[in-house]
């Protein structure tokens, strides 16, 4: 007599979360390199939040300085930042603390100096200005609150119901 199986044998087995996503690190990794990928993810980390809206790491390049005892090649590496005008005399007085952070967080001397590039930044990491709403919008709770006090006598009182309710739910919009 022979067994015959009626359910489908599995092909997957279960995989850790981290194991699916390796392929994924290794891509970003070999795309910029660990250096980079570390000091691009703790950017805003390493330089603190007003010169992460105005400025962003770009690449590191390496020079060669000196040669060892053997006659192979030191490199000494530059980290290259773009960084607005407005913020960049600053961030150059700051440069020194940068690198001594960056290096700090390696354990080792890992960035040589910094070359700073003034570029206007195109990504959207300013504050936006705030939003209005429409006219006919604000009309509209006008007629809705107007019809919520209709039984109110006093004028003043009516009109300064009507702003506290415009100004509420104003802020519950933002």
């Known amino acids: 007599m022979k067994f015959t199986k009626s359910e489908k044998n599995r092909n997957f087995k279960p995989l850790k979360i981290s194991e699916s996503l390796k392929s994924i690190n290794q891509n970003i990794l070999y795309k910029f390199g660990k250096l980079d990928y570390t000091i691009h993810a703790k950017w805003p980390e390493i330089v603190g939040i007003f010169f992460n809206k105005h400025s962003q790491p770009n690449k590191?390049?390496?020079?060669?300085?000196?040669?060892?005892?053997?006659?192979?090649?030191?490199?000494?590496?530059?980290?290259?930042?773009?960084?607005?005008?407005?913020?960049?005399?600053?961030?150059q007085h700051f440069q020194n603390k940068i690198i001594e952070k960056i290096n700090s967080f390696f354990g080792y001397k890992a960035i040589h100096g910094i070359k700073i590039h003034q570029k206007i930044l195109k990504f959207n990491k300013f504050p936006s200005k705030k939003t209005l709403p429409n006219t006919d919008q604000i009309k509209q709770k006008k007629i809705k609150i107007k019809n919520k006090t209709l039984k109110i006598n006093d004028k003043k009182l009516e009109e300064s119901l009507l702003n506290l309710e415009l100004s509420i739910s104003n802020e519950e919009n933002k």
């Open 60 to 91: 590191i390049t390496s020079i060669p300085m000196s040669s060892d005892k053997n006659g192979e090649l030191i490199y000494e590496k530059y980290l290259h930042v773009d960084v607005t005008p407005a913020a960049a005399i600053e961030f």
